[in-house]
């Protein structure tokens, strides 16, 4: 654990796009930070600002959209 | 949207790089590897929200519920879906007319409707408080917290006795 500063991101992805992406490097096995939680989209079309300030309202420290 | 959201962040008081919108395909997993770690280094330095040389947290909360208020009215929502019709007509997408439109049309309203509920939560957590101490908090001309005030006590948000403001029990 440590003291080091883990941040919250938020991540929003698209089923089709990015969120298949994450899939594939995780076959791939390829290593990324545990930082993001994942919220799947349909499509990041359905995007809203809204969202974005919600995330931070409740803490998050970044907010990643990947289409 | 982006541009949208990055001027909203910014009139919140919060680093508009903490917001990142990027594109990877289904094949490209080592591409969004690398946007992950870039973003998640890019926020590990930035540190934590509300954090710091900014606004405590319970500041940076007044104006994130102003901004979420403001955000689910229909004026800043049909504003941006107006602009985005007008780029669809032009065929123009590139990042500088986005941001010069943003910033012609919706920067002002995004001023003013932030202000305005800014000032309606500042006097229901803050109440009772003077006009000049409001506009002072909200940072803006106590005429202009004026004018707001009396469409919200039209409304029966707000009432006003000696000077001072508080908010009406019961909303």
Do not use: C, H, Y
């Given at each position: 654990m440590g003291n080091e500063f883990n941040p919250k991101i938020l991540g929003f992805m698209c089923n089709w796009c990015c969120y298949a992406a994450a899939d594939?490097?995780?076959v791939a096995r390829y290593q990324y930070p545990p930082n993001v939680r994942t919220i799947r989209m349909m499509c990041t079309?359905?995007?809203?600002?809204?969202?974005?300030i919600d995330a931070f309202c409740v803490g998050t420290?970044?907010?990643?959209?990947?289409? | 949207m982006e541009e949208f959201v990055r001027k909203i962040l910014v009139r919140v008081g919060i680093n508009?790089?903490?917001?990142?919108?990027?594109?990877?395909?289904?094949a490209e997993g080592p591409r969004f590897v690398k946007l992950i770690t870039d973003f998640t280094v890019k926020i590990k330095s930035l540190g934590p929200l509300g954090e710091p040389g900014g606004d405590s947290k319970d500041e940076l909360l007044i104006k994130l519920l102003a901004a979420r208020n403001a955000l689910e009215e229909a004026k800043l929502r049909t504003g941006?879906?107006?602009?985005?019709?007008?780029?669809r007509k032009e065929g123009d997408y590139s990042?500088?007319?986005?941001?010069?439109?943003?910033?012609?049309?919706?920067a002002k309203s995004i001023e003013t409707e932030m202000a305005r509920y800014e000032t309606l939560?500042?006097?229901?957590?803050?109440?009772?408080i003077s006009f000049d101490d409001l506009a002072e908090k909200v940072g803006i001309p106590?005429?202009?917290v004026e004018k707001y005030v009396n469409a919200f006590s039209k409304k029966g948000l707000v009432v006003e006795a000696e000077g001072q403001l508080s908010a009406t029990i019961n909303q």
């Open positions: 594939s490097a995780g079309g359905r995007m809203d600002p809204l969202f974005v420290d970044g907010v990643f959209v990947g289409g | 508009s790089d903490r917001f990142a919108l990027e594109w990877a395909s289904a941006l879906g107006n602009l985005t019709k007008g780029f990042d500088q007319t986005i941001k010069d439109k943003v910033d012609d049309k919706l939560i500042r006097i229901q957590e803050q109440g009772p106590t005429a202009e």
